[in-house]
């Protein structure tokens, strides 16, 4: 494996009395697609929270670029600049324009000229299939076409690597699809891809990885074809029967 | 009526100007816009502090808010007009006396306005906004205000029309605002009060209906815009 992008070593959170993360350690190299999965409660988004420090840790180590992230010196505001998020809700910004959205961050936070950053944000439109509602508003967007932005918005910065917490997890059925369609696009180009999701098709065909939590602890660290085919772990088992169950 | 409004017009839109200093609506409007352009960057100020994660800036600007708020805006109007000119050595007009006291109590009650503004956004859009990497400030600035100011516009709308019609408290300290020009037109008819003071009414009344109204288009505007009808 080349060097690792993002790497935990032995970290542990708690949210007061319960250990909401214990001992987790994990690499991802350039390049990786690694899918953390589980049950609600077990930790995974938390776990990718911790790594653009949108929360914080108790101890452990967590690298990302080499760069010691909740160390006491790190600029943060920084070092966000060099890993992309994609939210459950979205979250973009309702009071601007799907543009503004996409060039908030090259602009105000990067101070590059606006001449360039738009016609960054309008490839990067074109390339979740929204070019023509760069001058619309959040408001007008179904959830899907809002997540699509929201991706746009995240590769602005032109990250190594992207976090998706349970991205489509908010989405009505019929538009999961397109928004694991421009995942799956981003996979292909080589980006590095840290996702939280249920959705196990997506897991099995673009996945490089899989990562099965439990009770804040990393059960299983895998293969595709591993995971899903020969699930050694009654945790496991019992989880894919449930996945398969609300599908 | 008609024939009050016909022959005191004038003096109700300006006062004994320009034959005497500049009274009436102009004047309370000018106290009015004064007070409201001065309150209105405090109260933000204040609003963000008792929203601040900074305990000691959270303790002093509550400390400033329920000070204020705690007592009566007459009080505070005859406490600046004694206190002022203690304070800076200088004598302090009516006006300026009772500019400053509107923007200090206008301050407090608007950024509790504008403080629930705040609260009501969701905590993703400053995660969404930090995980960019966007600072503190730039995010308080760019991303939380804009969407709180715009959200409790109603309630931003009733602080401006209170400021407008507290404006009138001038009186007791003789500052020459549109109530003082209602009192030296009755006193001049003597026999008229209850005409003289509907027409004082029905003017302030307009004029925070207009302001409602104006506010209210463009908050609505803005709404289908933004496509958050």
């Known amino acids: 494996m ?16 319960h250990h909401v993360l214990q001992d987790v350690s994990l690499e991802i190299g350039k390049g990786e697609v690694v899918v953390i999965c589980g049950p609600s409660g077990s930790g995974k988004s938390t776990l990718i929270r911790t790594i653009n420090a949108l929360e914080p840790i108790r101890d ?10 909740h160390g006491k010196g790190t600029d943060l505001n920084k070092l966000r600049q060099s890993v992309g998020f994609v939210f459950q809700q979205f979250n973009l910004f309702p009071h601007m324009s799907v543009l503004d959205n996409v060039t908030f961050a090259p602009i105000r936070i990067q101070k590059r000229p606006r001449a360039e950053a738009e016609a960054l944000a ?10 023509e509602k760069a001058d619309s508003f959040p408001g007008f967007l179904s959830g899907g076409q809002q997540q699509r932005v929201a991706i746009a918005r995240a590769l602005a910065l032109q990250p190594p690597v992207i976090l998706f917490d349970e991205p489509t997890s908010a989405l009505d059925p019929e538009m999961v699809g397109e928004v694991l369609q421009v995942m799956k696009s981003l996979a292909r180009d080589g980006m590095t891809m840290v996702c939280v999701t249920h959705e196990m098709g997506f897991a099995r065909e673009v996945g490089d990885r899989i990562v099965f939590m439990d009770q804040g602890r990393i059960v299983v660290d895998t293969t595709p074809e591993l995971f899903f085919d020969a699930p050694d772990h009654p945790r496991i088992k019992r989880f894919l029967s449930d996945v398969k169950g609300e599908h | 009526m008609l024939e009050i409004i016909q022959d005191y017009w004038l003096t109700f839109l300006i006062g004994q100007y320009p034959n005497g200093p500049l009274g009436g609506l102009a004047m309370t409007l000018i106290v009015a ?38 007592i009566p805006l007459l009080m505070l109007i005859f406490w600046c007009y004694f206190v002022i000119p203690i304070m800076t050595g200088y004598a302090v007009s009516g006006f300026w006396t009772l500019v400053c006291a509107l923007t200090i109590y206008e301050a407090s009650y608007l950024s509790e306005v504008i403080r629930a503004g705040i609260a009501s956004i969701p905590k993703g859009q400053t995660e969404a906004a930090r995980s960019l990497g966007g600072s503190y400030m730039l995010t308080v600035r760019s991303v939380v205000l804009p969407q709180a100011l715009f959200n409790v516009l109603p309630g931003i709308t009733s602080q401006f029309i209170s400021t407008i019609k507290e404006t009138s408290l001038g009186y007791v300290i003789a500052v020459n605002e549109l109530t003082f020009a209602a009192n030296q037109i009755n006193n001049q008819l003597l026999t008229q009060p209850l005409q003289v003071f509907t027409i004082l009414a029905v003017i302030y009344f307009l004029l925070c209906f207009l302001l409602s109204r104006g506010l209210s288009a463009i908050e609505t505007s803005i709404r289908r815009k933004r496509g958050l009808l």
């Open chain 1, 2 to 17: 080349t060097a690792a992008i993002v790497s935990l070593d032995h970290v542990n959170k708690w949210y007061g009395p």
């Open chain 1, 60 to 69: 452990g180590k967590l690298l990302l670029n080499g760069v010691d992230v």
């Open chain 1, 122 to 131: 309008r490839e990067l439109l074109a390339k979740v299939g929204l070019a």
């Open chain 2, 33 to 70: 816009v004064l007070s409201i352009l001065m309150s209105f960057p405090i109260a933000i100020g204040l609003a963000v502090a008792r929203s601040s994660t900074w305990r000691w800036l959270r303790l002093a600007s509550a400390c400033v808010v329920n000070f204020v708020r705690g």
